[in-house]
């Protein structure tokens, strides 16, 4: 037993240890993971809404870096898999093999079953792999030869891929990308944040070193757990609310748009928002958390027009329209 295990087996956490853990969490991945931020914060959020992430990014950039940091950080059982064109379903979720033995057929778990799985480059594996995850993303479970098999608790997904427009890419179902709670995008760095990556490197950092680099675990399941029930307890006004919906309403009736948000992105951006607020240290959401969060949880979720993307339309700047033209609660 991990010694973040044995504390929470003998004191109950507190709200106010939770939220210095996580702050503590998003200190500790900064120690890898350079010019960040906004992305550590997308992941912490996702960890205390039960959501999945998805970080896109081009080569280079660190993005499996940032999820193999926050594994390190969380005393979690962490489990990689990387997406390749020959993987197969059975590969992520498990599969029924014969026990010569025993004589009898035995069901092999997946890397899957686990509390963080980093799903390495998604979009380099074909659309029917891909969609061996929904399942257990939406339902937290895997079904095979008639029987559901639950996943552990907490389990997250963390995704990375790299833009569509990158040669050996599959676009993800679009019934997928509306399973993740966030998409973070991760740009090339400024150059005073590459600057410090050189200087980190030369001073002997080794990325594949984690542990050696200081990196240790800050946060565990008890931690999650009592922050979570925290979240649950903020408040968010009816008009807050009726702020969300009108945003997802919106880019329904954008002209540019084919596909809006649907409600699962509206509860998504809610159950974010509510996240964000009480990470804040508040215990009510406001619109501009709404405005904050509305980005990440909602641009992966819009489907445009093939005329408004050959115009250079995209989904951060139909989201920008949408929040100038929403009218803010007062």
Not at 22 to 37: F, M, P, Q, S
Not at 101 to 107: A, D, M, N, T, Y
Not at 222 to 227: D, E, Q, S, T
Not at 246 to 272: F, H, K, N, Q, W
Request: aromatic residues 4%.
């Amino acid at each position: 037993m991990s010694s973040t295990e044995q504390t929470s087996t003998q004191t109950p956490i507190s709200e106010v240890e939770a939220r210095n853990a996580l702050i503590a969490l998003r200190a500790e991945v900064g120690k890898a993971v350079v010019g960040n931020d906004a992305a550590v914060t997308g992941l912490i959020l996702a960890l205390l809404c039960r959501g999945h992430v998805l970080v896109e990014g081009v080569p280079g950039v660190a993005k499996t870096l940032l999820v193999r940091a926050l594994a390190t950080a969380l005393d979690l059982d962490t489990k990689r898999v990387q997406f390749t064109p020959d993987l197969m379903p059975g590969d992520v979720t498990g599969s029924i093999v014969y026990d010569a033995h025993s004589g009898e057929f035995s069901f092999r778990e997946g890397p899957v079953f686990t509390n963080l799985m980093l799903a390495d480059e998604i979009n380099r594996t074909p659309p029917k792999t891909q969609s061996s995850l929904l399942e257990a993303m939406e339902e937290r479970q895997v079904s095979m030869d008639g029987k559901s098999r639950p996943l552990p608790d907490p389990f997250i997904v963390i995704a990375t891929q790299n833009p569509v427009e990158y040669e050996g890419t599959y676009p993800l179902p679009e019934a997928q990308l509306d399973r993740f709670l966030l998409k973070l995008t991760m740009p090339a760095p400024s150059r005073e944040d590459e600057f410090g990556i050189l200087v980190r490197h030369s001073q002997g950092f080794d990325p594949r070193d984690l542990v050696g680099a200081g990196l240790r675990p800050v946060a565990g399941a008890a931690h999650l757990a009592a922050a979570r029930a925290a979240v649950a307890r903020v408040t968010v006004a009816p008009e807050v609310i009726g702020y969300i919906v009108d945003i997802c309403r919106e880019t329904r009736a954008m002209p540019s748009v084919r596909l809006g948000v649907s409600p699962r992105g509206a509860t998504a951006l809610l159950a974010a928002t509510r996240a964000w607020a009480w990470l804040a240290g508040r215990e009510y959401a406001t619109p501009d958390d709404v405005k904050a969060l509305a980005r990440p949880a909602l641009r992966h979720r819009l489907g445009l027009r093939p005329e408004a993307e050959l115009e250079g339309a995209t989904p951060d700047g139909v989201l920008d329209r949408v929040l100038a033209s929403v009218p803010v609660p007062r």
